[in-house]
């Protein structure tokens, strides 16, 4: 929800609001922010000339954010939560991600219903918060999730002692439609009917966390593209028509997609440590079936300084389905060859179209990839509520077209330096 899109009337009811329970004692208000610089070191190799949003010029906006959590304590062990986000990423428009009502049902359940975050990682509860970890952002192999990461719905949380162990189990009910930056383009995606299981459990120092989700998936540009296709095929000859069973080939309609994903983390006071393996199966899916990632982590702190290194890799491959669709109907050649039939015909956006179609099958259905990254991370705490980091980032990518032009290797290297605060 943009804030540019509330009514006037609405802001002032809200602002009214604020001001009439600010004097109050129940009312807390927090807030974090992150403003950092990032620059390319050598980014010739790169296809588009950027990596992780950055380009070669480098910019002070891409991770750059400024976040307000608002928890109002209505009595009887029921709290109500909001938290306002504007990041530089996108373009700082202010956006409400979290917005819910949470009631203790005893000192063992509560349940929380409305806009929250999905409990998918270690560092779920603070990902946005900077201040929290050593790293500038979490390692984004495991922890991107394309906007998914919140949902609208409702959960149970259940937290108990296990002998010398503290349990914290979630159950997740919900639904979620995020529109997020693709490129040049916007991405519609529906996640619906989502099932969670999380799990924690921590001894100690120790910490380790479990993830199990199902859920229907709806991508958009992928939906777009392949009946785009169905339809100029079919257009040129109702022979050429793909079944329902090859166009679940190119498409992604109420997919299943399943979810897991496993964490451990230590904090020994003068080491720290975290490791992080995640896997995301589709149904039918137009790119791989099977992606994962994982990353491991380790760090020393001395003083007001730390320094950590971070191992992390991820893998996402083409599905051979899919490509050996594309090769066995010659869909591409066919594309190309009503193209010009088009143009032929003085039909300039027909062609045009087509064109569009054909260009966009190698970036949508041969998208394979492989990454190894390596990142120094430093932080020093010069302030109590304030943290400089600097980051160094060092990775081997190798895209997979699978089109018969051979693998594109690049080495993209990413140094970032910037401020974290809480308040």
Same mark, same amino acid.
């Given at each position: 929800?943009?804030?540019?899109?509330?009514?006037?009337?609405?802001?002032?009811?809200?602002?009214?609001?604020?001001?009439?329970?600010?004097?109050?004692?129940?009312?807390?208000?927090?807030?974090?922010?992150?403003?950092?610089?990032? *620059?390319?070191?050598?980014?010739?190799?790169?296809?588009?000339? =950027?990596? =992780?949003?950055?380009?070669?010029?480098?910019? $002070?906006? &891409?991770?750059?954010?400024?976040?307000?959590? /608002? @928890?109002?304590?209505?009595?009887?062990?029921?709290?109500?939560?909001?938290?306002?986000?504007?990041?530089?990423?996108?373009?700082?428009?202010?956006?409400?991600?979290?917005? $819910?009502?949470?009631?203790?049902?005893?000192?063992?359940?509560?349940?929380?219903?409305?806009?929250?975050?999905?409990?998918?990682?270690?560092?779920?509860?603070?990902?946005?918060?900077?201040?929290?970890?050593?790293? +500038?952002?979490?390692?984004?192999? /495991?922890? *991107?999730?394309?906007?998914?990461? *919140?949902?609208?719905?409702?959960?149970?949380?259940?937290?108990?002692?296990?002998?010398?162990?503290? #349990?914290?189990?979630?159950?997740?009910?919900?639904?979620?439609?995020?529109?997020?930056?693709?490129?040049?383009?916007?991405?519609?995606?529906?996640?619906?009917?989502?099932?969670?299981?999380?799990?924690?459990?921590?001894?100690?120092?120790?910490? $380790?966390?479990?993830?199990?989700?199902?859920?229907?998936?709806?991508?958009?540009?992928?939906?777009?593209?392949? *009946?785009?296709?169905?339809?100029?095929?079919?257009?040129?000859?109702?022979?050429?028509?793909?079944?329902?069973?090859?166009?679940?080939?190119?498409? +992604?309609?109420?997919?299943?997609?399943?979810?897991?994903?496993?964490?451990?983390?230590?904090?020994?006071? @003068?080491?720290?440590?975290?490791?992080? &393996? @995640?896997?995301?199966?589709?149904?039918?899916?137009?790119?791989?079936?099977?992606?994962?990632?994982?990353?491991?982590?380790?760090? &020393?702190?001395?003083?007001?300084?730390? +320094?950590?290194?971070?191992?992390?890799?991820? =893998?996402?491959?083409?599905?051979?389905?899919?490509?050996?669709?594309?090769?066995?109907?010659?869909?591409?050649?066919?594309?190309?060859? /009503?193209?010009?039939?088009?143009?032929?015909?003085?039909?300039? $956006?027909?062609?045009?179209?087509?064109?569009?179609?054909?260009?966009?099958?190698?970036?949508? &259905?041969?998208?394979?990839?492989? #990454?190894?990254?390596?990142?120094?991370?430093?932080?020093?705490?010069?302030?109590?509520?304030?943290?400089?980091?600097?980051?160094?980032?060092?990775?081997?990518?190798?895209?997979?077209?699978?089109?018969?032009?051979?693998? #594109?290797?690049?080495?993209?290297?990413?140094?970032?330096?910037?401020?974290?605060?809480?308040?």
């Amino acid at each position: 929800m943009k804030v540019n899109a509330l009514s006037k009337g609405s802001l002032a009811v809200l602002a009214l609001s604020v001001a009439q329970l600010s004097s109050a004692s129940d009312l807390r208000i927090n807030g974090f922010a992150s403003f950092y610089y990032g *620059n390319l070191i050598d980014n010739k190799e790169i296809p588009d000339g =950027r990596y =992780r949003g950055y380009g070669e010029t480098g910019n $002070f906006q &891409y991770d750059s954010q400024f976040g307000l959590q /608002v @928890a109002a304590d209505v009595g009887d062990g029921l709290t109500a939560t909001a938290q306002l986000t504007a990041e530089g990423r996108s373009g700082y428009d202010a956006e409400m991600s979290w917005a $819910f009502l949470k009631y203790e049902i005893n000192d063992s359940w509560s349940v929380k219903m409305g806009r929250q975050r999905v409990p998918f990682f270690l560092y779920s509860d603070f990902q946005k918060v900077g201040y929290a970890y050593t790293w +500038v952002t979490p390692p984004p192999e /495991v922890y *991107n999730l394309g906007g998914l990461e *919140n949902t609208d719905g409702i959960m149970f949380e259940h937290l108990t002692d296990l002998g010398d162990f503290t #349990s914290r189990l979630n159950l997740l009910f919900g639904s979620s439609s995020q529109t997020t930056n693709f490129g040049e383009s916007d991405l519609d995606i529906d996640n619906e009917n989502q099932i969670g299981f999380f799990w924690d459990l921590s001894y100690d120092a120790l910490t $380790f966390h479990l993830t199990y989700t199902q859920s229907d998936l709806t991508i958009s540009a992928y939906n777009d593209v392949g *009946n785009g296709i169905n339809q100029t095929l079919s257009g040129v000859n109702p022979a050429l028509a793909l079944t329902d069973d090859e166009l679940d080939l190119l498409t +992604v309609d109420e997919d299943e997609v399943t979810y897991l994903g496993a964490g451990l983390s230590g904090d020994w006071g @003068a080491w720290v440590a975290a490791a992080e &393996y @995640a896997s995301i199966m589709i149904d039918d899916s137009p790119v791989s079936s099977d992606r994962s990632a994982w990353y491991v982590f380790t760090g &020393y702190r001395w003083e007001a300084y730390t +320094v950590g290194l971070t191992y992390a890799a991820y =893998r996402s491959l083409n599905n051979d389905d899919t490509t050996d669709l594309l090769a066995d109907k010659n869909i591409e050649a066919t594309l190309q060859g /009503v193209s010009a039939g088009a143009s032929a015909q003085d039909k300039d $956006f027909t062609a045009y179209s087509i064109n569009q179609l054909s260009a966009a099958i190698p970036d949508v &259905y041969r998208a394979g990839e492989e #990454s190894s990254a390596m990142t120094l991370s430093v932080r020093y705490d010069y302030h109590p509520s304030a943290a400089l980091k600097f980051e160094y980032v060092q990775d081997d990518v190798t895209l997979s077209p699978d089109d018969g032009t051979g693998d #594109s290797e690049f080495s993209p290297a990413l140094v970032r330096v910037g401020v974290d605060l809480m308040f």
